[in-house]
């Protein structure tokens, strides 16, 4: 699936082609939402954590 | 099953059984309970990481693309396009429940590595156990890839090609010192006065630099001269300066964008949604502009920190939170409500929380050095403000409150304290003392800024700002005093001297010559021979040192570079210069003395032994020395008994006082690159545990293996005989105001005698004594050996215990054994 | 001296030296090359009083004044 796919990718205003992916994560000691910049058009890859909102 | 059988337990029964951790547990909010424990601790546990905690490896890749990509730029801004690309690019996290955001790594558990720092690091990170990020063989080949493409480039690497060979062999030898001469590991003071009291924020300071571009480009478009030649290379500093703060603003703005995604998108909780909108504001508002509301000056702040830490490892945190941010918690809790305090100590707790969760990685000697902690943040509270007047007030009080209820073992806290601080903050000060967090530290505060007036020339009012720029050292917050590097490279093993005048400068456990050669000490006729060759001994070892740091500090502008740093320093702003460069700067250098004591001890019982006596010939005793003792107890312990510091002896305090003034002589005598003093400063960390097994056998009774004395000035652990006064007394020969910078006092109070009223009149009669003889230094434990020895049984069940180690606190259960005996075996006072 | 633990048994020095309990006292911990145990051992009579765990020590001083202070409520 490519991050323009996910309801968990949120393009850039002003550059719809690169945009924030959010993950929720819960590790051992605490829960949290991380982002980093991605292309659109890009796959997602296996090690994400595609989560539902 | 513990913490169930606590939570039945009473807040007032628990405070019987003084166990001051299970009561914070109760007490905090359920959000300060969250997020401590959501803490992944970044400190060494004995020298080792904590499983699950891991080096990250997306900053250095990102950070060695763009500065590879722009190899043809001067320093500064090749540095700021590859930090503002980690900016742009890293993954960023908030926590559930924070209201405060910013990290040095892309997820909370995650390690800072500073890969341009030094080789040597990275080859250690190469082969650290448990430390690599799944799946391992990935990161392996990663972390190998990119040690290849720094080996050789990184500022240490450059410092030790340009270092005289035989000053870079005996340092690194780590027999004499420790730390690495380079701001990669190094730490700077933050000019607040610039960033908080004249109220600017990142777009300030850009209309700033635009005016200082406008002003250099009129006059390099002109009349062409010498005088318009280094403003080239300044052009392009303010350039970096520039695109690493927009580069800030957006990396807050990030933040906010991923504030207000959570709160449309994902968060169904109201109150939750409301403050993650809180923190998109917070975000949007700061670093661009000054705080406007408690919660965005904390913001401002914590940014500024996390930001010069992603540029550089920063192993120290100078701060005075509750000075520079009392005009909000004023304005937000007492003049317009618009936050109860209780609101207000949820914020400051989790202040100090994000800050304890900061950690980078660091080598195993640091790690040893400072067991449980990735640095000694230590926050300077109290004092006095500019025009001499207490400066202490409602925040200073919910600071120590907070401290309370979080019991984090970094920041840990230093009083400035001074004769007119009321009796409701003294008794915050010993509450958090009894509560056994071993902090706040008491400092006199008359004495240390007469201290910085007298080695510095800071003036009085800079003086007045002052901070503590790593563990004890005094520094201001100025333009002109406030220090962008300290490497703690200029960290002397003291206890060395003692032992090269005794060897002929030949040192026996790493097997080579170090010091000069001052002589067969079988041969000296009598105690002025041997101290003479002490005296040569300790100026050749911190001339070494010395050298090595001023070095590095000159050649770090081209070695390394500091644009956010230069950013955020008014000189540097104004000048085009790096804020490293010495020009500016008025100098604010001191030599660390780990190991100290045991030379005043040494020099002691070899007078009274050997020369006075006679009991021993000088070849008797460097035989017994270069055996370890071995079958010969009873010589030792007839040494061990030999006149010993602390005890208020002027046998041995004199010659304590004759060696504290030979190094304070020639501390004038070397020069730090802004032309200022190095005075010696003694103190230990818990260097007196890493070099254990690196300092040899000593007149003082010590076997090689055997922990040194536990700091500063400090008498060796069960060698004070004589009850706290003496120890004061002793202590209070020293002028501590022209002996040496500061001198750390560590002191351990029985937790039984200091309860309820009586304690607190008793100790604080205690600290009357202390300042009345002109101390500058107090910090104390005040926990018993059975809770200790329990939490040496049970770990699992005492992880809040927190203990005072040397110029900083740990969790008691994060510290090597070894360490955890020396704390134990030091002497319990009753006051 | 002879390992409580093991019965090894060597002259002192084999015995590898960790760290003194105190340095005023002649008590000091040392490990046994054969078994690994940690002993305090009496470094005057040279023999092994006991073999240390965690949280056990034969030493561990304070003032005296531990268990003696007034209470004060």
């Known amino acids: ?53 | 099953m513990a913490q169930a059988a606590k939570i039945q337990e009473s807040i007032e029964d628990l405070e019987k059984k003084q166990e001051w951790w299970w009561i914070a547990e109760k007490k905090r909010s359920k959000r300060l309970d969250y997020l401590r424990k959501a803490v992944w601790k970044k400190g060494a546990i004995g020298g080792n990481y904590a499983p699950g905690v891991k080096v990250d490896l997306e900053i250095p890749v990102l950070f060695t693309q763009m500065y590879n990509w722009w190899k043809f730029d001067p320093p500064m801004l090749r540095r700021a396009k590859a930090n503002a690309h980690i900016l742009d690019n890293m993954t960023i996290f908030i926590t559930d429940h924070a209201q405060l955001v910013g990290y040095v790594g892309t997820t909370p558990n995650t390690l800072l590595w500073r890969i341009d720092g030094a080789s040597m690091v990275n080859e250690e990170l190469y082969n650290e156990p448990g430390v690599m990020p799944e799946p391992e063989q990935a990161s392996l080949k990663k972390v190998a890839d990119l040690n290849a493409a720094w080996a050789g480039q990184t500022a240490v690497d450059k410092v030790a090609r340009i270092l005289d060979p035989e000053d870079a062999v005996k340092f690194l030898s780590g027999a004499i010192g420790w730390g690495a001469p380079t701001s990669a590991y190094g730490y700077s003071g933050k000019d607040y006065e610039f960033l908080f009291a004249q109220r600017n924020g990142f777009l300030d300071i850009i209309e700033k630099i635009d005016e200082a571009i406008e002003k250099a480009e009129d006059r390099t478009m002109g009349a062409p001269g010498p005088d318009i030649l280094p403003l080239y290379e300044r052009l392009q500093n303010w350039d970096a300066m520039k695109m690493i703060l927009e580069a800030s603003i957006r990396y807050a703005n990030r933040y906010a964008r991923l504030a207000r995604i959570i709160a449309e998108n994902y968060e169904t909780d109201p109150t939750r949604k409301e403050e993650l909108i809180r923190l998109a504001e917070t975000c949007e508002h700061v670093p661009a502009h000054a705080p406007r509301s408690l919660q965005e000056s904390l913001q401002y702040d914590h940014f500024v920190q996390v930001l010069a830490r992603i540029e550089a490892l920063e192993g120290a945190w100078p701060a005075r939170p509750d000075y520079y941010h009392w005009p909000m918690y004023h304005k937000d809790v007492n003049v317009e409500k618009n936050i109860t305090r209780e609101e207000a100590l949820d914020l400051v707790g989790e202040f100090m929380i994000r800050a304890y969760e900061v950690g980078g990685f660091g080598p195993r000697w640091a790690r040893e050095g400072l067991q449980g902690i990735t640095g000694t943040w230590v926050w300077t509270l109290g004092g006095v403000n500019k025009d001499g007047t207490d400066a202490c007030n409602d925040l200073t009080v919910a600071f120590l409150q907070a401290a309370r209820m979080v019991r984090v073992a970094n920041p840990t806290f230093a009083f400035r304290w001074h004769p007119k601080v009321a009796d409701d903050v003294m008794r915050e000060v010993f509450e958090c003392i009894r509560h056994g967090l071993g902090y706040p530290s008491i400092r006199n505060d008359p004495v240390l800024i007469q201290n910085a007036m007298h080695w510095h020339g800071h003036p009085l009012e800079e003086a007045r700002t002052w901070v503590h720029q790593a563990c004890m050292s005094p520094c201001p917050t100025t333009k002109h005093g406030v220090q962008p590097m300290r490497m703690a490279s200029a960290t002397a093993n003291c206890a060395k001297m003692v032992e090269y005048a005794l060897h002929n400068g030949y040192d026996f456990v790493v097997q080579m010559q170090m010091g000069p050669k001052t002589g067969d000490a079988a041969k000296f006729k009598d105690f002025e021979e041997f101290f003479a060759a002490w005296v040569k001994q300790m100026e050749w070892l911190t001339n070494t040192l010395v050298r090595t740091v001023n070095l590095g500090r000159y050649k770090d502008p081209e070695f390394f570079g500091r644009p956010f740093l230069s950013a955020t320093y008014e000189r540097a702003v104004e000048s085009g210069l790096d804020a490293v460069s010495p020009v500016g700067e008025r100098g604010n250098c001191w030599i660390t003395g780990f190991t100290w004591v045991e030379n005043a001890d040494s020099l002691a019982a070899v007078k009274k032994l050997v020369f006075d006596d006679k009991k021993y010939t000088m070849a008797e005793l460097l035989d017994a020395l270069r055996t370890n003792w071995e079958g010969r107890e009873d010589m030792r312990l007839d040494f061990v008994k030999a006149p010993k510091w602390g005890n208020d002896d002027d046998y041995v305090d004199d010659i304590m006082l004759r060696c504290l003034r030979e190094v304070a002589r020639h501390s004038r005598e070397i020069q730090c690159p802004c032309g200022n003093t190095w005075p010696l400063l003694p103190e230990n960390v818990s260097g007196n545990i890493h070099y254990s097994s690196i300092v040899g056998a000593l007149p003082n009774g010590r076997r090689l293996g055997d922990a040194l004395y536990d700091g500063g000035i400090s008498p060796g652990p069960g060698l004070d005989k004589k009850g706290p006064t003496a120890v004061l007394k002793s202590c209070g020969k020293i002028d501590h105001v022209g002996d040496g910078r500061a001198f750390l006092l560590n002191q351990r109070l029985s937790p039984t005698q200091l309860a309820g009223e009586k304690g607190y009149q008793l100790w604080k009669a205690y600290i009357k004594t202390w300042a009345d003889l002109g101390l500058d230094h107090v910090q104390f434990n005040m926990v018993s050996d059975e809770t200790l020895r329990a939490a040496q049984r049970d770990p699992e069940k005492y992880q809040e215990v927190i203990v005072r180690v040397a110029g900083y606190s740990a969790h008691f259960v994060d510290i090597s054994r070894k360490t955890q005996d020396n704390i134990i075996q030091r002497t319990i006072q009753g006051i | 001296m002879k390992c409580t633990e093991c019965s090894f048994e060597a002259p002192v020095a084999k015995f590898r030296y960790l760290y003194n309990a105190r340095i005023d006292a002649s008590i000091a911990l040392r490990q046994c090359p054969q078994c690994q145990a940690w002993l305090a051992v009496d470094e005057l009579s040279g023999s092994v009083k006991q073999k240390v765990g965690p949280g056990e020590a034969p030493w561990g001083k304070s003032a005296g004044i531990e268990g003696l202070a007034e209470d004060a409520r």
Do not use: H, L, T, W
């Open chain 1, 1 to 53: 699936m490519k991050y323009k796919e996910s309801k968990n990718f949120f393009p850039y205003p002003e550059n719809p082609q690169r945009g924030d992916y959010v993950e929720r994560v819960v590790d051992p000691r605490q829960a949290y939402y991380k982002v980093k910049p991605v292309n659109a058009e890009d796959e997602i890859p296996e090690s994400a954590s595609e989560f539902q909102k």
